[in-house]
T-cell receptor, first 114, second 115 residues
Framework: AQKVTQAQTEISVVEKEDVTLDCVYETRDTTYYLFWYKQPPSGELVFLIRRNSFDEQNEISGRYSWNFQKSTSSFNFTITASQVVDSAVYFCALHTGTASKLTFGTGTRLQVTL | EPEVTQTPSHQVTQMGQEVILRCVPI?????FYWYRQILGQKVEFLVS????????KSEIFDDQFSVERPDGSNFTLKIRSTKLEDSAMYFCASSPTGVGAQPQHFGDGTRLSIL
């Protein structure tokens, strides 16, 4: 069975601070994909980033970066120089090769204040 | 950019009534999904649909629920005899393929309130 754990329930930072959101996953599949989705106060789910299990190279995309480590089953997401518009709930999600569904974590609420 | 469209944005229904939630997936996508999010909780998978049939469903998706693709563009979720605990945000999603290499794109959701 697949499982995604986001231990941080809520994080508050001041604008321009960097913030890292943690995600730990469990799966027995060797092929899988990891995602981060953003849910702003308006409620929609916005796809942010994706990583597959074969590629542990960490990347940066604008103010977003992610750290994927198979050895610790973690897929952490960092926002650099946070902005008020980053305030949202962030969900980590897992897709495995044998299932068509996404398994979501419980989400981390990020509050960025001035 | 193409979007998944869901209607209505908010549905209020009396307990015991039937409700149909509607979705228009992105046009060239082949896989369709419904997810549910009870207020303040995580997003939960309900069902996936491919080639006019259910490919996977969760334990939540019992006989009370059904899905249909009545024409070439719409994808619907029907909930029969609604219960108070069915109150939630329902998200439709679509993807070009069923593998994770292609992300699932979500609609803005339908907030279902059962009274």
């Amino acid at each position: 069975a697949q499982k995604v754990t986001q231990a941080q329930t809520e994080i508050s930072v001041v604008e321009k601070e960097d913030v890292t959101l943690d995600c730990v996953y469990e799966t027995r599949d060797t092929t899988y994909y990891l995602f981060w989705y953003k849910q702003p106060p308006s409620g929609e789910l916005v796809f942010l980033i994706r990583r597959n299990s074969f590629d542990e190279q960490n990347e940066i995309s604008g103010r977003y970066s992610w750290n994927f480590q198979k050895s610790t089953s973690s897929f952490n997401f960092t926002i650099t120089a946070s902005q008020v518009v980053d305030s949202a709930v962030y969900f980590c999600a897992l897709h495995t090769g044998t299932a068509s569904k996404l398994t979501f974590g419980t989400g981390t609420r990020l509050q960025v204040t001035l | 950019e193409p979007e998944v469209t869901q209607t209505p944005s908010h549905q209020v229904t009396q307990m015991g009534q039937e409700v149909i939630l509607r979705c228009v997936p992105i046009s060239n996508h082949l896989y369709f999904y419904w997810y549910r999010q009870i207020l303040g909780q995580k997003v939960e998978f309900l069902v996936s649909f491919y080639n006019n049939e259910i490919s996977e469903k969760s334990e939540i998706f019992d006989d009370q629920f059904s899905v249909e693709r009545p024409d070439g563009s719409n994808f619907t979720l029907k909930i029969r005899s609604t219960k108070l605990e069915d109150s939630a945000m329902y998200f439709c999603a679509s993807s070009p393929t069923g593998v994770g290499a292609q992300p699932q794109h979500f609609g803005d959701g339908t907030r279902l309130s059962i009274l």
